[in-house]
Each structure stands twice: as structure tokens, then as C-alpha cells.
């Protein structure tokens, strides 16, 4: 008998302040918005475009009221971007090959902060610029608590995708 797909994404945040002094791990359970999931089936069982980078970006608490699975890019009234990282772009999130049903980054996706935020959450985007509406929306997740980052810190982010 086959298996049934259901595809389960975690992000997990290591929270580093200016010494490296570790101040938290945060794991933050994904949503893939129905965006996300059209792309994968057009790009794979259709004639779509696969996308062959994607990008992390934060999601601010301020005004933060809830993910839905109709969000995209252009159009999630429920939330904004934070972008208080001196990255000039959204940094890549570069996964390895697919094994054992999982495919993740071996290296992590680092968040230079450059100014006090709260952070609600993460999203993966194939579009690399900061705040830009455009591109696919793949997934998004909210921690579990919101995590406040100051001027120096870094966030390691690590995202693994897989199907158990």
C-alpha cells in the first residue's frame, strides 16, 4: 500500500547575540499556502517554471492578525515583513539533495539584525527582495512565542521540508 503525501515543513531559528552568546532556539511548524502548492503541481506535472532559488524572510508582530492559506506575496493582509537585517536581500535558503523523504539547508540561512524588532514568524519566497510583493509564497510559520531581536544579533535559520 502506498503512502499517503502530506508534506511537513519546521523552520528552526538559533538566536545569537553580538558575543554569540546563544539566547534561544525557536522551532516554528510551517503552513504551505495554496500558492505554494499550485506552483509545485504546475512545475511538476504541468508546464510551469520551476523555481530554482527561494529565500527566508521574517514576519513583524506589529499588526500581525493571522497566516491564511490564500496569501501570497502580493496580497496577506494579516501580516508584514520585518526587515531589520542588514542583508541586501532576503538570504537564500539553499537546500541539498532529497534523502529518506527529506531535503533541507546544510549550511544555515544567517539574519545580520541591525535593529530592535519582534518577530511573529518566518516565509519562504522565491523572491529575493526585502518587502518586495512579487513571486511565489511557498510556506509560512509563526514561532511559538514572539522572539525580540536587538541591534547584532543573528538568527540561524535551518528549514526542512520532508514527508514522513
Known amino acids: ?3 499517503p503525501v502530506a508534506f511537513i515543513g519546521l523552520f528552526v ?3 545569537r547575540d553580538a558575543d554569540g552568546v546563544l539566547l534561544g532556539v525557536y522551532q516554528a511548524p510551517n503552513a504551505i499556502v495554496t500558492e ?3 506552483h509545485m503541481m504546475e512545475a ?3 508546464s510551469g517554471s520551476q523555481s ?3 529565500y527566508v524572510g521574517l ?5 500581525w492578525t493571522a497566516w491564511a492559506a490564500a496569501d501570497t506575496m502580493a496580497s496577506h493582509a494579516g ?3 520585518a526587515v531589520p537585517y542588514s542583508n541586501a536581500t532576503r538570504p537564500q535558503w539553499t537546500c541539498g539533495a532529497a534523502a529518506a523523504r527529506t531535503i533541507t539547508n546544510a549550511s544555515t540561512v544567517d539574519f545580520t539584525v541591525n535593529a530592535a ?3 511573529k514568524g518566518l516565509f519562504i519566497t522565491n523572491n529575493s527582495t526585502k518587502s518586495g510583493t512579487t513571486g511565489t509564497l511557498w510556506s509560512e510559520a509563526s514561532f511559538s512565542s514572539t522572539v525580540t531581536v536587538a541591534n547584532g544579533d543573528t538568527l540561524k535559520v535551518t528549514y526542512t521540508l520532508n514527508v514522513p
Open 52 to 54: 530554482a532559488t527561494w
Open 117 to 119: 524588532a519582534t518577530l
Open 13 to 15: 531559528a538559533e538566536h
Open 79 to 81: 501580516w508584514t515583513e
Open 44 to 46: 511538476e506535472f504541468r
Open 59 to 63: 514576519a513583524d508582530n506589529t499588526g
Open 36 to 38: 505554494g502548492v499550485h
Open 1 to 3: 500500500m502506498l503512502d
